[in-house]
């Protein structure tokens, strides 16, 4: 059962567009995380949020967890080819470290 | 580079045989988690070890095993291989058990003819 849905699936735009995806939930997530894959590689964390209603920045990437912990968006400003890749939030319940990964976001840059 | 090293990269084996995939963990993580990436299932969590010990279960059929060592290497077991088998494992490690940042090797892949 797949708890996390990210929307879109695919996402292609051109270099400097501004983008927004999705990550929703019918659970309450302790924490969520998102990470970037790329071809050929594993994924590699981005940013975590933890309380409802964060908001962390990291460069051009601006992350939000909702206020009641079940969804969350990564907001991508005047995006770059080297911003393509598979984006996936991942959320924590209860205690331990296990994660739950969302359905994924392939985005395409080009110039 | 995250540190977690996954061999082999690549294996294709056939239909009803057994491999075993090998995951060495960053220097000093004690936990290993063990994933499935395919294409209509996403990331898959299946199992994790924490120092040795089976700390969480995931969607991980009977027909695979894994295990953690003294040397807190992990190896992940797939017996009586089905085509539906083929994808991608990847290994990750955290330091602790609980709210630490999972690292990822770069997987292997698996195919089944």
């Known amino acids: 059962t797949q708890l996390l849905e990210q929307s879109p699936q695919f996402l292609s735009i051109q270099e400097g567009e501004n983008l927004t995806v999705y990550c929703n939930s019918s659970?309450?997530?302790?924490?969520l995380q998102w990470y970037r894959q790329e071809p050929g590689e594993g994924p590699v964390l981005l940013v975590t949020?933890?309380?409802?209603?964060e908001v962390k920045k990291l460069k051009r990437l601006t992350f939000q967890f909702g206020d009641a912990r079940k969804d969350s968006s990564l907001h991508i400003t005047a995006a770059q080819p080297g911003d393509t890749g598979l984006y996936l939030c991942a959320g924590r319940t209860g205690g331990g470290n296990k994660l739950t990964f969302g359905t994924g976001t392939q985005l395409k840059v080009e110039l | 580079d995250s540190g977690v090293t996954q061999t082999p990269k690549h294996l294709i084996t056939a239909t009803g045989q057994r491999v075993t995939l090998r995951c060495s963990p960053r220097?000093?993580?004690?936990?290993v988690y063990w994933y499935q990436q395919s294409l209509d299932q996403g990331l898959q969590f299946l199992i994790q070890?924490?120092?040795?010990?089976?700390?969480a279960k995931g969607n991980i059929l009977e027909r695979f095993s894994a295990q953690q060592f003294p040397d807190l290497h992990s190896e992940l077991n797939l017996s009586s291989l089905e085509l539906g088998d083929s994808a991608l494992y990847f290994c990750a490690s955290s330091v602790v058990d609980n709210n630490s940042p999972l690292h990822f090797g770069n997987g292997t892949r698996l195919t089944v003819t």
């Open positions: 220097s000093g993580d004690l936990s």
């Open positions: 949020v933890v309380t409802g209603g």
């Open positions: 659970s309450v997530f302790s924490s």
């Open positions: 070890y924490y120092n040795g010990e089976e700390r």
